[in-house]
């Protein structure tokens, strides 16, 4: 799954945070969903990897979820924003399984209730 994400995070537009992420979810049914993240001068129109990749999943009439796997170039582990975690709550239960991982190697496995207790703030972005 690591070399599909560095291919697709090359997809990522994010020229205000310097930010890439990419990102599939996995369905129950087998299926693979990718996203990145789009940024628009508007900063409320821009769409984050996750929400990208789980919309894409839903609007292939997808509804149930195994697993999600996320990856950041910055340095360091990213965990997704408040409003993925809002978009996650509404179709994920409790057994997916979160893949968080970075280019250059970090990663760390999460169960969902591990997951809501990580913050994404304006100090990820420095």
């Known amino acids: 799954m690591k070399e599909k994400l560095i291919k ?35 900063f409320g129109a821009t769409i984050c990897a996750e929400r990208n990749a789980i919309n894409n999943a839903i609007s292939h009439g997808e509804r149930e979820f195994a697993s ?28 997916v399984l979160f893949n968080i991982m970075t280019t250059s190697g970090e990663s760390q496995i999460l169960t969902f209730d591990e997951l809501l ?3 994404f703030t304006k100090e990820d972005l420095k």
């Not at 924003?81 to 409790?94: A, P, S, Y």
């Open 117 to 119: 207790k990580t913050t």
């Open 68 to 95: 999600l796997y996320l990856m950041t170039d910055l340095p360091h582990i990213a965990y997704p924003c408040n409003l993925c975690k809002q978009t996650m709550l509404e179709f994920f239960d409790n057994n």
């Open 8 to 42: 697709l995070i090359k997809n990522s537009y994010a020229p205000y945070s310097k930010a890439h992420f990419a990102c599939i979810v996995e369905t129950k049914n087998g299926n693979f969903y990718e996203g990145v993240n789009i940024e628009n001068a508007s």
